[in-house]
Structure formats: structure tokens, C-alpha cells
Nanobody, 122 residues
Framework: VQLQASGGGLVQAGGSLRLSCAVS????????LGWFRQAPGKEREFVAT????????YYADSVKGRFTISRDNAKNTVYLQMNSLKPEDTAVYYC????????????????WGQGTLVTVSS
């Protein structure tokens, strides 16, 4: 499966962005999907995941209540709506696909997109 993330950019603190990730190659609905991020000088960290059906979602505490992950199985796309952005949200954001039902760890994800940069200015 191939993933292509887009939608990053520069935004002021308090603003919003929506990231998209187009998935191709195999049956989209057969994958759980996730977003991760890597800030400068830091390790990549988990942000959010969504189940195959879209009914189950899971968030990192740092983004809970501000970010929303969703998927459109008809468009083979997963989204990350980011609101109330903070400078500490600045990172390269990656989308990933997993064959597991409820993946949590990075090791659960076998396919990764190339990343899209989000910069939040103060």
C-alpha cells in the first residue's frame, strides 16, 4: 500500500489545518490508519489512530480535544483536523497504515507516507 500525505503549511498559534493522506494499492477498508509526528531533534511520536470501520479512534493526550482523525472509505483518504494549534505541534506529520485491528505502537504500522511539514508560529 502507498500513502501520500498533504495539507501541511505555516499557521499561527490558535489556527487550524487539515491534513489529508491518500491511500492506494490495496483494499483501503482493510487497514487501520494512523498519524504520527516528528518534531526537530525529537523522536517520532504517536498522534492518533482510527479503526478499519472508522468507529474507533484513539489520541495522544497532547492532542486530545484539539485534533480529530477521520476517514472516507469511498475516497481512500484519511484526515487529521487540527484545531487550536500550538507552537509545540510543529513537526513533520506522517500517515501510516496497519493490518492490525487496533494498532497503537509504531511497530504495528507497516506502511508509511513521506510526511508533510506543519509549522505553528507563536
Amino acid at each position: 500500500v502507498q500513502l501520500q500525505a498533504s495539507g501541511g503549511g505555516l499557521v499561527q498559534a490558535g489556527g487550524s489545518l487539515r491534513l489529508s493522506c491518500a491511500v492506494s494499492g490495496r483494499t483501503f477498508s482493510g487497514y487501520s490508519l494512523g498519524w504520527f509526528r516528528q518534531a526537530p531533534g525529537k523522536e517520532r511520536e504517536f498522534v492518533a489512530t482510527i479503526s478499519r470501520s472508522g468507529y474507533s479512534t484513539y489520541y495522544a493526550d497532547s492532542v486530545k480535544g484539539r485534533f480529530t482523525i477521520s476517514r472516507d472509505n469511498a475516497k481512500n483518504t484519511v484526515y487529521l483536523q487540527m484545531n487550536s494549534l500550538k507552537p509545540e505541534d510543529t513537526a513533520v506529520y506522517y500517515c501510516a497504515a496497519s493490518g492490525s485491528y487496533y494498532p497503537r505502537a509504531q511497530a504495528d504500522f507497516g506502511s508509511w507516507g513521506q510526511g508533510t511539514l506543519v509549522t505553528v508560529s507563536s
